[in-house]
C-alpha cells in the first residue's frame, strides 16, 4: 500500500502493448522453454480452468496459455501479456512474492492484497539461469480457488527444474547429464576396494556399475533418489528429496534412512549436507550420455545410446517431468536435422513413436504420398487412439 497499491485496484500498470511484447517474446531466453512449460502445464481445451503465465525478471507478463473462459476471467482483472505484476504493478500476488523471496510460492484468496484477485489462487516459482544463477523470469499457474492444491506447487517447482536443465542443454551449460569430461568420470570416486564408474538410468532394470565392471542392481526407490541426484548439481536436502518422492506423507528421515544404505553401497559416490553426486559421477550416466551426446551434434550416435525411456517404471512425477525432458530434447534436436533417415529412427523408438510434429516433418521430407510418411501416420494414429 505504501507502493501506491489500493485493495479496491485491480489495474496493474501496463508496461508495453501487446504488439511490442512479441518482440520482447523474440528476444527473450525463455523463448525456447515455453513449448516445454505448455506441454507440462498448460490446459487450453475448452474445459480448461487454470492459466499458465510465464513473465520476465521484472514480472512483466510475456506469455500467457489457458482456455477462452480462463483468458477471459484474467482479462477482467487485466492479467495480460505488457501488464506488470510485480509488488509496485498491483500488489501482493505469487509472481511478486516469487521475485521477492526468490523461491516457489503459493497465494490463496485474500492473501492478494487487491481484492478482486481474492477468487483466485495463484502458485509462482522463479526460473533461473542454470550457468550464472541470474533470474530469468517467473512461471505461474493461476485459476479459481478449487484448482490450485499442494501438487500444482510441486507440478511448479518440477517445471522450472525442466526449464533450467533445458536451459543448460541448448546453452551448453549445466544440465541433466550435464559438465564432465570423460576423463572426469575417471576421478577416483572410492568405495571399500572399487569405485563407482557410471549409472544406468534407461529402462526398467537400473543400476550402479563399477571400475571393475560390476554390475549392482538399484531398487526402482533408490533409481529415483539417484536419478534427481544426477539432475541437480547443487544437490538436494532430505525435506526436498522428500517431498519429491512421497508428498506431503514424506519424512527427512525416510529419506536420511535410504540415504544411508545408498551410500553403504556406493561409497563416496553420494555426497552428504546436501545430498548430491561426487563430482565424478557428473554426467556419468547412461540418460547423461545422450544429453552429452546431442550438445556435441553426434545426433546418430545419441538415438543409438537412447535404448529406453528414463526409469520407465517410475511414477514419480519428478521422475517423469526428467523422463519427459529427455524426450524433448532427442525429438526436438531430430526434427531439427531435417534428416529422414533419423527421423524414421526416432519415430522407431518407443520414445519418438507418438512424435506427431516429427511425422508431419518427415512427410515434407519424402513427401506426403511416401509410403514411409504413410505407415509412420497410421501408426501415430493408432497409439494417439489407444491413448484416448
Not at 480448461?48 to 480462463?70: F, K, M, N, Q
Not at 571400475?211 to 529415483?224: F, I, Y
Not at 536436502?237 to 508428498?247: K, R, T
Not at 516429427?358 to 501408426?379: C, I, K
Request: aromatic letters at 4%; proline letters at 4%; glycine letters at 10%.
Amino acid at each position: 500500500m505504501a507502493l501506491g497499491i489500493s485493495p479496491d485496484q485491480h489495474s496493474p500498470r501496463h508496461l508495453h502493448d501487446p504488439s511490442e511484447v512479441l518482440q520482447l517474446r523474440r528476444e527473450h531466453r525463455l523463448q525456447r522453454v515455453m513449448p516445454a512449460l505448455q506441454d507440462l502445464l498448460a490446459d487450453d481445451s475448452s474445459s480448461g480452468r487454470h492459466l499458465l503465465v510465464l513473465t520476465d525478471a521484472a514480472g512483466e507478463i510475456l506469455w500467457r496459455v489457458g482456455s477462452r473462459e480462463a483468458l477471459r476471467r484474467a482479462d477482467r482483472l487485466e492479467f495480460s501479456e505488457g501488464a506488470d505484476w510485480s509488488e509496485a504493478g498491483i500488489g501482493t500476488n505469487a509472481i511478486s512474492e516469487a521475485l521477492v523471496t526468490g523461491g516457489p510460492v503459493q497465494v490463496f484468496s485474500a492473501e492478494h492484497l487487491v481484492r478482486t484477485h481474492h477468487d483466485w489462487a495463484c502458485t509462482a516459482a522463479p526460473i533461473t539461469d542454470p550457468l550464472t544463477g541470474a533470474l530469468l523470469g517467473v512461471l505461474d499457474v493461476s485459476g479459481p480457488l478449487d484448482t490450485i492444491s499442494t501438487d500444482t506447487l510441486r507440478m511448479v517447482r518440477c517445471a522450472v527444474r525442466v526449464a533450467e536443465s533445458l536451459l543448460g542443454t541448448s546453452d551448453g551449460g549445466a544440465s541433466l547429464g550435464a559438465s564432465s569430461s570423460v576423463g572426469a568420470s575417471q576421478q577416483s570416486v572410492r568405495r571399500p576396494g572399487v569405485a563407482v564408474s557410471s549409472l544406468e538410468l534407461l529402462g526398467d532394470r537400473p543400476a550402479a556399475v563399477f571400475a571393475d565392471g560390476s554390475r549392482v542392481p538399484l531398487t526402482l526407490r533408490r533409481a529415483e533418489i539417484l536419478a534427481l541426484l544426477h539432475s541437480r548439481s547443487q544437490g538436494w536436502s532430505a525435506e526436498e528429496l522428500a517431498y519429491e518422492l512421497h508428498g506431503d506423507a514424506g519424512t527427512p528421515q525416510a529419506i536420511r534412512t535410504e540415504m544411508f544404505r545408498v551410500r553403504s553401497m556406493l561409497g563416496d559416490a553420494v555426497e552428504s549436507n546436501p545430498y548430491r553426486l561426487a563430482a565424478g559421477l557428473a554426467g556419468c550416466s547412461d540418460s547423461g550420455r545422450v544429453l552429452r551426446l546431442l550438445r556435441e551434434g553426434r545426433l546418430a550416435e545419441a538415438l543409438e545410446a537412447y535404448t529406453a525411456p528414463l526409469l520407465s517404471r517410475s511414477g514419480v512425477l519428478a521422475v517423469q517431468l526428467l523422463r519427459d525432458q529427455l524426450d524433448l530434447a532427442v525429438g526436438a534436436a531430430v526434427r531439427a536435422s531435417g534428416d529422414a533417415g533419423l527421423l524414421m529412427r526416432w519415430l522407431s523408438t518407443d520414445m519418438g513413436a507418438g512424435d506427431f510434429e516429427a511425422v508431419e516433418t518427415l512427410g515434407r521430407l519424402v513427401g506426403l504420398g511416401d509410403p514411409r510418411y504413410l505407415a509412420f501416420l497410421a501408426s501415430v494414429g493408432s497409439e494417439s487412439r489407444q491413448k484416448h
